[in-house]
């Protein structure tokens, strides 16, 4: 059974980048078809951030799309976020999850989850 | 504020039973993309509860169920126990290509 791990700076200088890794265990990357990262402010709803392709191909939502950069190193069985120009907006707890089914992502879910790491961005 | 819509806040005393709507639009859960949801307890990630609209994961009760009709789907649970006590959270996918969650709803077990 896959096994996900959030790691990175827990705080980060506002207008800096924010640089998450999600080390994959259990199995191996390319196992699975779409591997995600989902961010949960403190107090508040989860918020789904973008999805990589085993293959490399991504998808981001809309609003973080100029911000975004997804990327994935199968030799190391991670894949990495990046979040340019951070603001306190982005102070969350950041999951990485995997979208496990071989379904197209329309019909998808997200199973497993990471443990998530908070990252908090200072002014 | 969240593309799927869910209440803010159920409530039901133990025995009974709740049900949690999740309502989108025509570029998302109308569109026929699946509904899937969630459970998440303070300090947790989210534990998939239903995926698929109706399926349960092996290891979920069958006090679980889930429904979709149109632009909403429904979460129901019966024979509400202390520990379903938390927020949960709907996840589908949008035209945009991204997924989308609801914006949480909390149970609380009185």
């Known amino acids: 059974q896959l096994q996900l791990q959030e790691s990175g700076p827990g705080l980060v200088k506002s207008s800096e980048t924010l640089s998450l890794t999600c080390t994959v265990s259990g199995g191996s990357i390319r196992s699975a078809y779409y591997w995600a990262w989902v961010r949960q402010p403190p107090g508040k709803g989860l918020d789904w951030i973008g999805t990589?392709?085993?293959?490399?191909?991504?998808h981001y939502k809309p609003s973080l799309k100029s911000r975004v950069t997804m990327s994935i190193d199968a030799s190391k069985n991670q894949f990495y976020l990046e979040l340019t120009s951070a603001t306190a907006a982005d102070t969350a707890v950041y999951y990485c999850?995997?979208?496990?089914?071989?379904?197209?992502?329309?019909?998808?879910?997200?199973?497993?989850w990471g443990p998530g790491t908070l990252v908090a961005v200072s002014s | 504020h969240s593309v799927l819509t869910q209440p803010p806040s159920v409530s039901g005393a133990p025995g009974q039973s709740v049900t949690i709507s999740c309502t989108g639009g025509?570029?998302?859960?109308?569109?026929?993309?699946?509904v899937h949801w969630y459970q998440q307890v303070p300090g947790a990630a989210p534990r998939l509860l239903i995926y698929g609209n109706n399926n349960r994961p092996s290891g979920v009760p069958d006090r679980f169920s889930g429904s979709k009709s149109g632009t909403s789907a429904s979460l129901a649970i019966t024979g509400l126990q202390a520990d379903d006590e938390g927020d949960y959270y709907c996840?589908?996918?949008?035209?945009?290509?991204?997924?989308?969650f609801g914006g949480g709803t909390k149970l609380t077990v009185l």
């Open positions: 999850a995997t979208y496990a089914s071989p379904h197209l992502l329309e019909y998808n879910w997200l199973d497993p």
């Open positions: 025509n570029t998302n859960i109308g569109a026929g993309y699946t």
């Open positions: 996840l589908s996918f949008d035209s945009t290509l991204s997924g989308v």
């Open positions: 990589i392709y085993y293959s490399g191909g991504a």
